[in-house]
């Protein structure tokens, strides 16, 4: 016996590659300045000889 709910929807993904793309380059874009200003803040902080934040590298957008 399986706890499966025989009434669920299944809910599939319709976007096309392309779409799932933009849509990724569209919020890369979106997020981008608050990345920046992150690393600013960042920065500061460890110039004036505060403990730094933990760092995310991101190699492309």
Do not use: R
């Amino acid at each position: 016996m399986k706890a499966v709910n025989p009434n669920a929807k299944v809910e599939e993904d319709a976007w096309t590659p392309e779409e799932l793309l933009d849509f990724i380059e569209q919020k890369g874009e979106e997020v981008a300045p608050g990345i920046g200003s992150l690393a600013a803040f960042m920065m500061y902080q460890f110039t004036n000889g505060k403990k730094p934040l933990p760092v995310i590298v991101i190699t492309e957008l």
